[in-house]
């Protein structure tokens, strides 16, 4: 068995580090003028050079040339820290989540004071550093703080937050990154050289995105495709097979799918894709980064061949009409939806049956707020809204109807403009006649919606905004009317000569759907409703005696009645 | 020579791969690529991960390359083999202590073949610490050491863990291949070809199904629970039924298991009367106490499959209301075809897909260990 490339190739110098310059820049620097810190954490996403860099730091430490950026490589130490070596007994590497217990931190700690045996330093390689528990982190806080002149410590995590902040704030922090596609393309060439096995052109990048600029992932993803070269090397076909990336006809068949809203094509597609041995995940995957393509060429049009560099042109034209086709903001919500079917598709579900889910889910539009669909269902299907909601018809034919046929209306499936309008709904308890659709409309719930029917005039006429919007309430509701209390007579009788209540009238309709005359009384009772939307008017409510509240606001029933004694 | 990979279904890419990598492991001058010394396998249950992957060790260990014949790989196949390290539960997690442990004995050279391979199966569920204390063995193991572990997805283990090993990706079967392997055994056609659709390319479930008539009677069964529920009575007599088979067969499957277990510890510990050897309770108590993760996790694994059962049968209703009438073929139960027309022409696409996202949204309570009664409860409620 060969070693792993990952392994075969680690670096022992800090020159060979890629992409990290911003880490070992300074610290050859500081190897160089011998400015030594006593911690260090190097922290970053996996297979970036951290656990290589920590033992090049002390290969360099302890060199017999040292502190040296450059390890002479002839001596002992060099000999025995080099990739791959036997080791030396002064550098000691813990694996932090398997000696992440206090005893542990504890037999450090009495160690870490004897001398060491043959180098300059003795230190300390703590690598998954995040996996110290608390108790050990804070049995090293105080070696770590002030460690004895021979002692170094190298914390490598790749959570450093997880890392308790006491320990952070004794280390010189070096974040790794992240490497760049362009440097870890030219290190990938490289290896393919050292190894002798010619790659066609266009793998290198697979290999690149496949990875995520991490170059361990590379590399293992690289030995893979090495393992299974020919004759004539890696070629493309093979890379993409082995990859499992997904066809770009299936992606084109599918995305086409899509602008046409053509669920069969999608589902046979799919089909398709599983039937041929594609991974469902992979395929999303690839999805989604078409999608993503789609998005980039709808928003930048001419430029997009400066951002999507690796698409050669006639695909690019292909991708164009295809966002043409769609249009940004469908694609912008498939990207959404298949991003968070990503998330679902582990575990132990078939794979299968949630990439249909996902495509179902893009295609119909209507199942995104669900909670709220999912409500008027139900409203719908016990007819348990008291008050009726007509169609928005009516607001559009003239308003002349003396009576609405309740029934009718109900019955009627909801139409869409009602979505807008979820308070409505929401502010329709069921009441006791709910099983029959003819019930009575609920005054309550007008009442609460009595703010929105003012703003509704106050858009109409402010003549009209201004005589109601302080001083009235409405009174009652039946089959024919809807009454109105105004506080003063004056007040009344312009109501009536401006001719308001038709306003009013088509108010209610538009606020409420409900299509009623408008009768209009004194009543000098009424408060300014201004509370009316949270709390039920409370001198209305004062009016009506003891039974009559119970009976309108809780359905109770008179059984029998008792004098006072 | 391979012949212990012929039992994989429909995975000629991977085999291919597993071949070769045999090849170079055999060939102490290989210096290609060919063989590394950890792998991820992924596919979806069913695929067969873990064969492949106790295949992959016998074909290391024996001599012949795999032959499926000879002791090494018997043993190997069985998970007996000294040089396999076996790592599986029937818990709900791999814990840290037993990561710990098995990292020492993964160091060791090989007793009687040439490589030591450690096996785990259920990768996916170490606990989070288990997994980091693996990332340095898998890095950098003994010379002779290859790991081998299995998981749902790649997401369902640390990027870190991904980042270390080779991945190989086991296609989901085909329900024609998995309905040929099932007449290879003797079960009629018609038969076969219904579990293998029923089953999604579920090897293992599709042979229970297959042979199983009873197994069959409770799918369907399961099946036409949400079909029964016209208001909120039936909806939560629905979720107890559902609920109580999940219980009674996890309580039917410990009834067998459980005592004997505790039985034969309890002798091992000496116990005569009533008095065990010291420490003995306390092994009995972790026995008790692995046997009760158990039973929940087989609950839950019921209700999962049965869940996602009750999902295919509105994947279909979804399809068929896409308006396609070439995918009749792909239609999961078709021995519900009638029910599925009826209720394909009976609501919308959008209700449809409102109760598959109901059930995947239980699923997921469950897995976040909600009481199985009321999450069930709310499901039915939903499907209503």
Known sequence: ?565 | MYEVFDHLIDQDQVVGILKEATAAAKDSTDESQAMTHAWLFTGPPGSGRSNAAMAFAAALLCPNSGCSNCNHCTTALAGTHADVELIRTEGLSIKIEEVRELIGRASWSPSVANYRVVVIEDADRLTESAANALLKAIEEPGLRTVWLLCAPTLTDVLPTIRSRTRNLILRTPSASAVAKLLESELISPSIANFAARASQGHVGRARHLASDVAARDRRTAILKLPLAISDLSSAFKAAQLLVEAAKKEAEAEASTRDDKELQNLKEAWGQQGSKLAQGGSKVVKELEKEQKSRSTRMVRDYLDRALLDIATFYRDVLLAQSGTTELSDAIINSDLEFEIQKLSATSTPEQTLRKIEAIMKTRANLARNANPLLAVEALMVSLR
Request: charge should be negative; glycine fraction near 6%; proline fraction near 6%.
């Open chain 1, 1 to 565: 068995m060969s070693l792993a490339l990952y392994r075969k190739y680690r670096p022992s110098t800090f020159s060979e580090v890629i992409g990290q310059e911003h880490v070992t820049e300074p610290l050859s620097n500081a190897l160089t003028s011998g400015k030594i810190h006593h911690a260090y954490l190097f922290s970053g996403p996996r297979g970036c050079g951290k656990t290589s860099s920590a033992r090049i730091m002390a290969r360099s430490l302890n060199c017999e040339q040292g502190p040296t950026p450059n390890p002479c490589g002839v001596c002992q130490s060099c000999k025995d820290l080099v990739a791959n070596g036997p080791g030396s007994i002064d550098v000691i590497e813990l694996d932090a989540a398997t000696h992440g217990l206090v005893d542990d931190a504890r037999e450090l700690r009495d160690k870490a004071f004897f001398a060491p045996v043959s180098s300059k330093y003795k230190i300390y390689i703590i690598d998954e550093a995040h996996q110290l528990g608390p108790g050990a982190a804070n049995a090293l806080l105080k070696v770590v703080e002030e460690p004895p002149p021979h002692v170094l410590f190298i914390f490598a995590t790749t959570e450093p937050d997880k890392l308790i902040s006491t320990i952070r704030s004794r280390t010189h922090h070096y974040p790794f990154r992240l490497v760049p596609p362009g440097i870890l393309a030219a290190h990938l060439e490289k290896i393919c050289n050292a190894e002798g096995i010619k790659v066609a052109k266009g793998v290198i990048p697979l290999v690149v995105r496949s990875s995520g600029g991490s170059v361990r992932d590379a590399l293992s993803v690289l030995g893979q495709l090495l393992a299974g070269a020919g004759k004539d090397g890696v070629t493309y076909e093979i890379a993409i097979q082995l990859l499992g990336y997904t066809d770009g006809a299936l992606l084109d068949e599918a995305i086409d799918a899509l602008a046409a809203r053509d669920a069969a094509t999608l589902y046979k597609t799919i089909d398709r894709v599983i039937e041929s041995g594609h991974d469902p995940r992979r395929f999303t995957q690839d999805f989604l980064e078409r999608l993503r393509d789609l998005i980039i060429v709808g928003a930048v049009d001419d430029d997009a061949s400066h951002i999507l560099r690796e698409i050669p042109a006639d695909q690019l034209q292909r991708l164009r009409s295809q966002a043409n086709l769609i249009g940004t903001a469908t694609v912008i919500r498939a990207a959404d939806i298949v991003a968070e079917g990503l998330t679902q598709m582990r575990g132990a579900t078939a794979p299968r049956l949630m990439l249909e889910l996902i495509c179902g889910r893009i295609l119909l539009p209507d199942s995104d707020d669900l909670g709220l669909l999912s409500r008027i269902e139900r409203l719908e299907r016990t007819g348990s809204i008291s008050l009726p909601i007509s169609a928005p018809a009516p607001v559009s034919a003239a308003p002349t109807k003396e009576k609405v046929v309740v029934e009718a209306v109900t019955a009627e499936p909801i139409a869409e403009p009602i979505l807008e309008r979820p308070a409505l709904v929401r502010a329709a308890p069921p009441t006791p006649s709910a099983t029959k659709p003819t019930g009575p409309v609920d005054i309550a719930a007008l009442r609460r919606l009595w703010p929105d029917v003012i703003e509704n005039v106050k858009k109409r006429r402010r003549l009209t905004w201004s005589l109601l919007s302080a001083s009235a309430q409405v009174l009652a509701v039946d089959e024919t009317a809807i009454t109105i209390g105004i506080v003063n007579a004056g007040a009344r009788d312009s109501f009536i000569r401006s001719g308001s209540d038709e306003i009013l009238r088509a108010a209610f309709v538009d606020v409420t759907g409900l299509d009623r005359k408008i009768e209009c009384l004194v009543d000098s009772t009424v408060n300014a409703p201004v509370s009316a939307r949270t709390v039920e008017d409370p001198t209305d409510a004062d009016q009506l005696s003891g039974t009559e509240l119970l009976m309108r606001e809780l359905g109770a029933k008179v059984i029998k009645e008792f004098t006072k004694e």
